[in-house]
């Protein structure tokens, strides 16, 4: 209290004194204070995390005050480490300590909403008709009443209903479209199970029972890099964060580790500590660059450019001029270098590489029975040729060779690297050359498109009786890399000085990088690693994956770290962090997510292809395969549109498709019974016949496109969907910005396998359900919004690749006002389902069609040529030639039932994952014990998963990775097929069964897993191939190696059998589109990039109030200080930014730290947070996607081709988006959009 009025003898306040009168007993009124001591008192602290994609994966105190949540703070009690380990801890960033903000705002989604004129339309219906699925089929028939709601998608107009309604409407329409068209019309996207992976489940164990389509993200996001699983068929396998601890040498190569990794940086600042040097690769000045002793700064999309010119330095020094045996051994041992190539001869008499060599190319085979055409050949240091163990084809239909031992035919063996010194003449081979493409916006180095080097090879008598020169793998990658063996090689480089492909002269030419910075590094990384023996590591960013040719960006990096034998190594390795993508307990998942206790298999799809086909971009396509081609390819084997190669690519089974074919996949065993046969081979028969076609050959047929859509736990519309604006056009029905003109008004090559129609279908979708728990740009244009609980309001589990722990999402208070959880919300969906549909849908046979997968026997479809059915060439085969079409049983009206317990398929079939399985009967029989049984009805006597506790359970009880049993079973089923004995990896964790109590009150270490290629230990940190190279566990790849040469047709017939630099593509975003107004000010061409943001976790955070006071408050684009000047831009003017897909409108913000000729959109800003309306569409402005497209590249279409071979997020069509350009130019008036404003802009626009 004050002293002030002490002074005064009557108002002196009255007190006792002590210690010598320097302390005084006051009699005043104290309750003021508590107002303070109440503001930081809590009920109880409840232990969760956030959900939000961000890798993070941070373990959360939620403090609740009077059944309200009131703050969060970090948790600091993650399992120790090692001594010589720093700890995890602290983990957490401002936008997670700023989630609470969210449960109790406007933005909080409180009860379900539904679009005015559809309900209003629905309810009329039902008072006609009694039945739900008629009163739904009245609607639809009705295409007028479908325009009416279609058309004002976006445009705001939703109401307050209640669950029951809109259950019934949603489940309605389920019924109708199964029932009309097909299961496969009902589709769902959600994204990165990992980080709420209950919550995912729910959704798509929903749409399984159902039949319905599960769509691909990982691909979609751009996050899948095709280059993992080309050399390792692997989709991503990383090390943890605290492995950077490890390293001795990092280069940051795109990744902004502090701003994108946060909780994972101070490992990063720790490490130098040590002494370790890191190196900072960006064209920006980013936040890793301060980080870093060095900053290099090529220029965008070069990546693999730079990255040769280091293998070039590294394969120079460490592997020709002063060898290093760690090197050599390695490649020699790991690597599939040694393997024979067998070379086909040109008219010129020089040739060019072929395929890899097999043991059924030799006369005796090499005396392997068991897929000979699967296996490679090499030659050992004796001069014999052999097949050495570990290559695919001792993966399937044989055990106890698949293993990485240096034998073959069961002696032992040393293999040789070159052919030089055995070689019996030395000849020309022809090899692609890309860096001479003109580009106006990318340095180019003009030589010779086909590049014919001289190279060592041997000469060997094949069994058809012909004679073939063949090549090592390892003389192949030295010669590409343009190095000089002393064999009269004119274009070979003999110093770093000459312009040569791809010498360091020659990288500072395309990069911009000085090729003394480029020298250094390379060398400084190889010799680190020899001296270490591979503990150089390169920490990548999505950024670099983000390219047209992001596999050649990362096949340079990965070339550089296989060259130095830094992967499976401890502190080495190749660091690829994108989105949360490592699911842990991935094999205890799988069967609760997509049904396979019930049902086999899944329809799954991939979304890129999926939304280039019904979104109707392919229609807009300029980029022509000639284009993409090799120049030693022949043309007339790749004509038609890109579009025409992912349908041949469905046809022969090497992609999925959806919808599947061109009738209700539940009509066919109608009509095989009438024809006398089964439905497998109807199908066959009528597909040879044409009688049955596939959708995609006819995607503007009104019976060929989705139906239904349910997005949760993503934000489609708001984040991830390239080619924003062709999604409002042709699936939803709605106004668009699209600025170009279709193939129809436009030159261009039209599709040969796809019927063009003039007009395309608008407004695909009938229903678009959105679940969220604050209003999205998705949820703005969906029919029906329900709102689900917080991550502080449900159980869940959340895992991530930076760590080894696993995660609850806790229940801290009950879900606020009306939300539910995601596991609540399709349970009640279900439930209706099974009601509704009595009358309808009963016990029905439905035919799926299941690509070649990869880990499965199907990936050795064909070993050598492509052949296709459709063109005569080879006979229809399912899982060889075409896709499997597999019979599965439906029971409809038991769907809940169904979806609430866990199926007979686990006992009878077992579980497993990545080619493995094992018995699980135990497990089935202890989680009937912990969830109880069903007492009666369809799944009478089943193990019950009514919550989303009981859903967590059962993926703990089931995963290797939770349950220490469960893991030595699963180490057991590999070594079966390895021979060697694995589970001294798990065996002192046998006893060890995690549940979902344990890791609320500690987060729990996970269980080393053949499920991954690290292990959990306290000897060494995770770390992705350690066990390849340690415990000799083959890569699922072809050699069973680490692959290098991708020796599929396609890949070389497109130039990618090896790595090379590849420009980017021209999109001809900006030279194609309509003609704009100018409005006044200058306007320039920019490459438009799209890196992740500091104020938010893709569009989470993005319109919190805390970020959002944090930044500038809305949208906004970065712009070099040199472009700004040309444009007249200050900073924080309005600009808008447009190509032929769109147009955006945002704040400039100006900085010296971009490069010119670039600009930045940081990722996932909403369109619901100040925007104003566009001076180029009339409409509000779009977001960061509406100025993109997606293009799809014909070699990710690949196939049934061992480790080429699609997997459900492993393989397939990829979203790029950073190769576009846009206009830019200052904005001249700045309008709101309110009724005068919107006049305004219609008058500019014209």
């Excluded at 919550?199 to 798509?204: D, I, N």
Aim: charged share 20%.
């Amino acid at each position: 209290m004050s002293k002030l009025l002490d002074r005064f003898r009557y108002f002196k306040q009255k007190g006792d004194t002590f210690a010598d009168g320097h302390g005084q007993v006051m009699h005043t009124n104290r309750d003021w204070e508590d107002s303070y001591r109440q503001r930081w008192q809590f009920d109880k602290i409840v232990r969760s995390t956030h959900g939000v994609n961000c890798t993070g994966s941070c373990s959360w105190k939620i403090y609740v005050k009077n059944g309200l949540v009131t703050w969060e703070t970090q948790q600091t009690d993650y399992p120790r480490t090692r001594p010589d380990l720093p700890n995890h801890e602290p983990r957490g960033c401002p936008r997670g300590a700023s989630y609470s903000w969210y449960l109790y705002s406007a933005n909080r989604l409180k009860y379900p909403l539904v679009r005015k004129r559809l309900i209003a339309l629905w309810r009329e219906a039902l008072s006609r008709h009694s039945d739900p699925v008629l009163a739904w089929e009245s609607i639809m028939n009705d295409p007028q009443k479908c325009q009416s709601y279609k058309q004002v998608r976006g445009h705001g107009g939703f109401i307050r209903s209640n669950w029951k309604e809109l259950n019934q409407l949603i489940a309605a329409a389920n019924v109708w479209t199964i029932k009309t068209y097909g299961p496969d019309r009902v589709a769902g996207f959600s994204p990165i199970p990992a980080m709420s992976m209950v919550s995912y489940a729910a959704g798509t164990r929903y749409l399984s029972l159902l039949g319905g389509t599960c769509l691909s993200f990982y691909d979609w996001y751009c996050d899948l890099p095709p280059a993992s699983p080309m050399t390792w068929g692997e989709q991503t396998d990383v090390p943890e964060s605290a492995d950077w601890y490890n390293s001795a040498y990092i280069i940051a190569w795109g990744s902004n580790v502090p701003q994108t990794r946060t909780p994972d940086a101070h490992f990063f600042t720790e490490v130098r500590y040590k002494g370790t040097k890191t190196i900072a690769i960006t064209p920006d000045y980013s936040e890793v660059a301060k980080l870093c002793d060095q900053w290099l700064a090529p220029k965008q999309g070069t990546d693999s450019a730079l990255a040769m010119a280091m293998g070039h330095v590294i394969l120079k020094e460490f592997h020709l001029d002063n060898p290093s045996d760690y090197f050599l051994n390695y490649c020699r041992r790991y690597t599939d270098m040694p393997m024979l190539v067998l070379l086909d001869e040109r008219a010129d008499g020089s040739y060019v590489p072929g395929r890899m060599m097999r043991a059924s190319d030799l006369v005796d085979g090499l005396g392997e029975a068991n897929n000979p055409e699967w296996k490679t050949v090499a030659l050992n240091s004796t001069g014999e040729l052999v097949a050495p163990n570990g290559s695919i084809g001792f993966r399937w239909g044989e055990k106890g060779k698949w293993n990485l031992e240096p034998l073959a035919a069961g002696v032992e063996t040393e293999l040789s690297l070159s052919l030089l010194g055995q070689h019996d003449d030395v000849a020309g081979v022809a090899f692609p050359y890309f860096g001479g493409n003109e580009n106006p916006h990318f340095r180019s180095v003009r030589q010779e498109p086909v590049l014919v080097r001289q190279l060592p090879m041997k000469r060997l008598a094949l069994a058809d009786g012909s004679e073939r020169m063949v090549i090592s793998v390892y003389d192949l990658v030295l010669a590409n890399y343009g190095l000089d063996r002393g064999l009269d090689d004119s274009l070979s480089a003999s110093d770093y000085n000459e312009v040569k492909a791809y010498t360091p002269a020659w990288g500072e030419q395309i990069t911009g990088v000085p090729r003394r910075h480029i020298e250094t590094i390379a060398r400084e990384f190889a010799e680190t690693a020899h001296k270490t023996h591979g503990r150089s590591m390169i920490i990548l960013g999505a950024g670099v994956n983000h390219w047209y040719h992001m596999d050649m960006n990362y096949r340079g990096m990965i070339n550089m770290l296989v060259f130095c034998g830094c992967v499976g190594q401890t502190g080495g390795g190749w660091a690829h962090y994108v989105g949360q993508e490592k699911l842990r307990p991935q094999t205890g998942w799988l069967p609760l997510a997509f049904a396979l206790d019930w049902n086999r298999p899944p329809r799954q799809m991939n979304s890129t292809s999926f939304f280039y086909n019904h979104a109707s971009q392919w229609r807009y396509e300029k980029l022509t395969a000639q284009e993409l081609l090799s120049p030693l390819a022949d043309p007339a084997k790749f004509t038609g549109h890109l579009i025409d190669f992912n349908v041949r690519a469905e046809r022969m089974g090497w992609l999925p498709s959806a919808p599947q074919l061109n009738l209700n996949p539940l009509s066919v065993k109608a009509s095989a019974d009438k024809a006398g046969l089964s439905a497998a081979d109807y199908t066959v028969q009528a597909l040879k016949s044409g009688a049955i076609r596939f959708a995609c050959e006819q995607p503007d047929s009104g019976h060929n496109h989705p139906r239904n859509l349910f997005v949760w736990r993503s934000n489609l519309l708001g984040s991830s969907g390239k080619g924003h604006e062709y999604m409002l056009k042709y699936l939803l029905g709605t106004d668009s910005g699209i600025q170009g003109e279709a193939l129809g008004s436009s030159e261009g090559i039209k599709p040969e396998e796809v019927e063009w129609q003039s007009a395309a279908i608008e407004g695909k979708l009938d229903l678009l359900v959105t679940l969220d728990f604050r209003m999205s740009s998705t949820c703005l244009f969906s029919d029906i919004v329900l709102p689900t609980a917080t991550w502080y309001e449900k159980d869940d589990m959340n895992t991530s690749d930076m760590h080894p722990f696993i995660h609850p999402l806790s229940a801290a208070v009950d879900p606020a006002w009306e939300s539910k959880s995601d596991w609540e919300i399709y349970k009640g969906i279900a439930s209706v389902f099974s009601e509704v549909c009595v009358g309808h849908l009963g016990q029905e046979t439905d035919v799926v069609l299941h690509p070649l997968q990869h880990d499965s026997p199907a990936e050795l479809a064909q070993p050598f040529d492509i052949l296709d059915w459709r063109k005569g060439e080879c006979e229809l085969t399912p899982g060889k030639t075409a896709p499997n079409i597999v019979v599965v049983e439906r029971d409809y009206p038991a769907t809940y039932e169904r979806f609430t317990s866990l199926g007979p398929l686990l006992d009878k079939l077992g579980n497993g994952g990545k080619g493995i399985a094992w018995n699980t009967q135990d497990e089935v029989d202890f989680l009937g014990k912990l969830n109880y049984t069903k007492h009666d009805g369809p799944a009478k006597g089943r193990p019950r998963i009514d919550t989303a506790l009981d859903a967590s359970e059962v993926i703990l009880t089931l995963a290797p990775e939770t349950n220490g049993q469960v893991a030595v079973k699963a180490w057991q089923a590999l070594g079966e097929m390895t021979g060697r004995e694995h589970t001294h990896l798990a065996i002192n964790k046998e006893d060890e069964k995690i549940r979902f109590r344990d890791i609320q009150a500690q987060p729990r270490k996970i269980i080393s897993s053949p499920t991954w290629s690290g292990l959990e230990s306290e000897h060494v940190s995770y770390n992705a191939g350690y066990t390849n190279v340690h415990e000799l566990i083959p890569w699922r790849t072809l050699s069973g190696r680490q692959q290098l040469y991708q020796d599929h047709a396609w890949m070389r017939a497109f130039g990618e059998s090896l790595v090379a630099y590849r420009p980017p593509i021209d999109t001809r975003s900006v030279s194609e589109m309509r003609e704009i107004p100018p409005n006044g000010f200058p306007e320039k061409a920019l490459n438009f990039l799209t890196p992740h943001q500091k104020w938010g976790i893709h569009s989470t955070y993005s319109e919190n109030l805390l970020m959002l006071t944090l930044s500038r408050g809305g949208p906004i684009v970065w712009i070099s200080e040199t472009d700004a000047r040309e444009l007249g831009i200050e900073d924080n003017d309005w600009i808008e930014a447009f190509n032929a897909n769109g147009a955006l409108t945002a704040r400039a913000v100006v900085s010296q730290r971009v490069p010119p000729g670039m600009t930045m959109m940081y990722h996932a800003q909403e369109r619901i947070m100040n925007i104003p309306g566009s001076e180029v569409t009339g409409m509000r402005g779009g977001i960061h996607n509406s100025v993109t497209r997606v293009c799809p590249k014909p070699t990710h279409m690949i196939g049934g081709y061992a480790q080429l071979a699609y997997g459900f997020n492993y393989y397939g069509t990829v979203g790029s988006n950073r190769d576009e350009f846009i206009m830019i130019r200052k904005m001249k008036n700045i309008h709101w959009l309110d009724d005068e404003g919107r006049d305004q802009v219609q008058e500019a626009k014209k």
